[in-house]
C-alpha cells in the first residue's frame, strides 16, 4: 500500500504562485513515476506532469510547460507542484498519483494510487 497526501492548494489572484506538496508513505519502493493532474467540474481528469522517481526525468502539459515544476524532496519523500502565473482556466481540483510504470506516464489508468485532492481556485 502507498498513501499519498496533497496540502498547499488555496485562492490566488491571477499571475499568482502556489506550491503543492504530496506527501508519500507506504511501499513506495515499488514507485517509479509520480504524476499530477486536475479536474475541473464537468471535466474529465487530465494530466499536469511528471517525474521519474528514479531518473528524475520530467514532461509537462502544453498547456502548464513554463508556467509549473514538479520536483522531488528524497529525504522527505515529497514531490511538489510549483505554480507559478496562475490562470483562471488552471483552476481545478489537483491530484497526485504515484505509477509503477517506467518513465512518465501520461494517462490516470497508469497510475494506481491517488492522493485526496486539493482544491486550487484563481481568479481573473
Known amino acids: 500500500q502507498v498513501q499519498l497526501v496533497e496540502s498547499g492548494g488555496g485562492l490566488v489572484q491571477a499571475g499568482g504562485s502556489l506550491r503543492l506538496s504530496c506527501a508519500t508513505s507506504?511501499?513506495?519502493?515499488?514507485?517509479?513515476?509520480m504524476g499530477w493532474f486536475r479536474q475541473a467540474p464537468g471535466k474529465e481528469r487530465e494530466f499536469v506532469a511528471a517525474?521519474?522517481?528514479?531518473?528524475?526525468?520530467?514532461y509537462y502539459a502544453d498547456s502548464v510547460k513554463g508556467r509549473f515544476t514538479i520536483s522531488r524532496d528524497n529525504a522527505k519523500n515529497t514531490v511538489y507542484l510549483q505554480m507559478n502565473s496562475l490562470k483562471p482556466e488552471d483552476t481545478a481540483v489537483y491530484y497526485c498519483?504515484?505509477?509503477?510504470?517506467?518513465?512518465?506516464?501520461?494517462?490516470?489508468?497508469?497510475?494506481?494510487?491517488w492522493g485526496q485532492g486539493t482544491q486550487v481556485t484563481v481568479s481573473s
Open positions: 498519483a504515484t505509477s509503477p510504470r517506467w518513465g512518465t506516464p501520461i494517462s490516470p489508468i497508469e497510475y494506481d494510487y
Open positions: 507506504g511501499r513506495t519502493v515499488t514507485r517509479y513515476a
Open positions: 517525474m521519474s522517481w528514479r531518473t528524475g526525468n520530467r
